[in-house]
């Protein structure tokens, strides 16, 4: 069962970086907060290669998954407020056409890590660390 959410989740971060590079590039803009020092374009384009990276990494390194999956969930910590800028503005995009929609989708990113880390065992470097 973890090797099929790890390979799941690694398909959607494949599919997910596809759609940041081609077909939604413009509707993964609407996440990017005005505050980051980047262009909005030049960040969807980034994430989209850094989440072809990963996905490929769930599915490809299963003898590195541990880390693998630590590093996605740190990295879907890092990408959460672009969630909470599309909730606090009010923005539309993936469906996400009201406040209630969009205050779904933050509840879904800590279930999102959990799953990460659960299928790949990455939650044992936290616990080796201690």
Known sequence: ???FIRI???LAMIAAG???LTFVRDTFQV???DWVPFSKDFVVIASGIVEISFGL????LAKKKEYVGLILAIFYVLIFPGNI????QHLDGFGLNTDAKRLGRLFFQP?????????TEGW???KKNK
Do not use: D, E, W
């Open 85 to 88: 800028h599309q909730y606090q």
């Open 124 to 126: 044992k470097l936290l």
């Open 18 to 20: 596809i759609g940041h």
């Open 57 to 60: 990494a769930m599915v490809f």
């Open 1 to 3: 069962m973890k090797n």
């Open 111 to 119: 279930v999102l890590i959990f799953f990460t880390l659960y299928s």
């Open 31 to 33: 996440q990017v907060p």
């Open 8 to 10: 799941a989740l690694g």
